[in-house]
């Protein structure tokens, strides 16, 4: 199955409210041709949109290529939450990769953050970041595992932005009685993806980025130099670095052996007064919950109210769409019964079996980073500068990345499939639970 064209027309954004309030790029063309550059960028969502502005400042010849449209896939449909750490928490990295290399992690993480909000000042990318994420407990039972995250990090992390709230402190923040308490992270922060995607791409631009849109990359053909080839063109580099995630396909096996496509769905609302809004989330930041099927929401810059969540049992998106999404908003939120839903999308990202991310080299001249599951906003666009520091000679963060384990999913990528039919079947279970 084509994840590109399975839902989406080509050459097309969808029709979410992210397209429909971004800051528009003109469209690029194809690739035509032979073209020789230094480093060949495949993927033009934050990880390739980093790589290549990273590189491009380096003073590398870079071409850019992207087989639909600048940030078409999870980087422009994402909920736009800036998030701290890893994907994973810190006390379960130390069981994983030990003390030494889980504060590594760590740091890596508030690296990822600093540098979206760098690359936003840096190139004025108006992208309404703001400041703060509230995870949500659920379930009265692991509270006091969320307290004694919280002072983990305090104290052995010397993380201050974080802090512990009970349930009526999370009751005054959020205007939901579903939730027991959760946290805090005033560290982290939540923009629109998609004009954060294309502030990247003018950036590129401006570094001197050669971008080709529409360029379905075919195979890539290794040796030194290796070629990239596309449908009606081929590109020879000296370095080539892949950023297609949730869409690579095939086209790389061990990659997509690792990296599992799922689909997310989100809603948008109608603007609400700025009264209910502030009722909803009183302090305008984003929020996850606890659920492993997460659901994420916050108000966007208007005041509509942008949920996602809703399991997904193919790859196919559903007829109805705006249901999958309103349904669990409407758990949270039973006060928003009445609001009109304005805008319905979904999009496909990479996860992998342990949740972090695969950073992979797989040939001397070609380096790999996907799989973000659901915590990419900021990792991904870390993932461009350490692989541009790896092709400038410098990979020990790169390695410190790639050192983490993920394994293969069983039956490789040929079981996908019914692989994700059976995990949203348990997940579901296991959040109802």
Known sequence: MDLLTVNDRAGEYPASYYAASAQPIDKFPALEGTETCDVCVVGAGY?????????????????????????????????????????????????????????ALWDMGEESKSTVRDLINNH???????????????????????????????????????????????????????????????????????NFALGLARACVAAGVRVFEGTRVTNIMRGDPAQVIGEDGKVTAKFVALGANGYLGNLEPEVAARVMPINNFIVATEPLDKEMARDLIRDDVAIADSKFVVNYF???????????????????????????????????????????IDYAWGGTLGITMNRMPDFRRLSPNI?????????????????????????????????????????RFPGGARMRTPLLILAMLWFRLRDRL
């Open 124 to 194: 004025d990318i108006a992208c309404g970041y703001k400041s703060g994420v509230l995870h949500a407990e659920l379930q009265p039972r692991n509270l006091h595992h969320t307290q004694a995250y919280v002072e983990k990090l305090q104290a052995e992390y010397g993380y201050n932005q974080i802090e512990f709230m009970d349930k009526a402190a999370l009751r005054s923040a959020v205007g939901s009685d579903v939730y027991c308490g959760g946290s805090m992270d005033w560290g982290a922060g939540h923009l629109h993806p998609l």
């Open 367 to 407: 380096l790999s980073a996907s799989g973000y599951s659901g915590h990419g906003v900021a990792m991904a666009t870390l993932a461009g500068k350490l692989m541009a520091e790896a092709i400038g000679g410098t990979a020990e963060r790169f390695d410190i990345m790639a050192d983490v384990p993920t394994s």
């Open 298 to 340: 916050r108000l966007s810059e208007d005041n509509r109210m942008l949920f996602g969540g809703g399991e997904s049992y193919g790859y196919r998106f559903p007829k109805n769409l705006a249901e999958k999404a309103r349904k669990p908003m409407l758990e949270i939120y039973p006060q928003l019964a009445d609001a009109r």
């Open 47 to 103: 990880t390739g949109l980093s790589t290549a502005l990273h590189l491009a400042e380096r003073g590398y010849d870079v071409i850019l290529l992207e087989a639909q449209r600048l940030g078409f896939g999870a980087s422009g449909r994402n909920g736009g939450q800036v998030g701290s750490g890893q994907r994973v928490e810190q006390d379960e990295l130390e069981k994983m990769v030990g003390t030494e290399h889980a504060r």
